[in-house]
Each structure stands twice: as C-alpha cells, then as structure tokens.
C-alpha cells in the first residue's frame, strides 16, 4: 500500500462555489466585477494574471507598489502565499486579514478567484 504525499490541491482541484461562499469574508473590502469601481480594497476583477499593485484607481501600500514594480504577478502560487498571510508577503501592506489557514477553504477560494478574476 503507498501513501500519497499532502500536497495542496491545485485550484482547478477545488469547487469555485463553495470558493464563492470563502470569498464572503473578502466582500467586507473587495468587490469582483468588470467596474473601474473599487471599495476599501481594489476590486478583483481582472486579478488574475495582473502585476501587483496595478488595478487603476486604487491607491496601494508603498509595499505593493515596490512588489509589482518588482514582477509580483497574481497568479495561483502568489495568491496560495498571500491569501494564507498577506503580511508574510506585503509586510507593510495595508490588508488587515490575517489569512485563511483551513487548505480546503484556501483551495475553493484560489478556485473562485481564477474562475471569476480573468482578464477580459
């Protein structure tokens, strides 16, 4: 019999609906829509794919401007990194979450992020 090593499941593993009901916690700060409209936190809509600190419109921390300028792109492994301690990543960002540390939650949530955050 062999064990399979835990790892975290990719995001097309996880179920973007259930993503969508993790992302509740997010809506207190971040809307996902096509608008140029961003709330206390830039929206997510175009996330996927896009340089950190780059949504138009939203004034970022100096922190997340220094991290895109430097390549910081939103795509699965930097999202897994952020959305599990955004102060590990941006330690003098603005976020105030904590972090999602339950890897089923973090794995549906990157799943709805990447269904509902591309670029159109």
């Known amino acids: 019999m062999s064990v399979a090593p835990l790892m975290p499941a990719a995001a097309q593993d ?3 609906e259930a993503g969508r009901r993790v992302f509740a ?4 700060c971040h809307i996902v829509d096509n608008t140029p409209r961003n709330t206390v936190g830039p929206n997510l809509g175009g996330l996927w ?3 950190a600190g780059a949504r138009e419109g939203f004034r970022y921390s100096a922190n997340m401007t220094a991290l895109g300028a430097a390549g910081y792109v939103w795509n699965e ?3 897994r990194a952020y959305l599990t301690n955004p102060k590990a990543v941006a330690p003098q960002g603005s976020m105030a979450f ?3 540390s339950n890897p089923e939650q973090l794995t549906n949530l ?3 992020l990447r269904a509902n955050t591309q670029p159109q």
């Open 98 to 100: 904590a972090g999602i």
């Open 49 to 51: 794919g896009r340089q």
């Open 77 to 79: 492994a930097n999202l």
């Open 110 to 112: 990157v799943a709805y």
């Open 25 to 28: 916690q997010c809506r207190a």
């Open 14 to 16: 996880g179920d973007a």
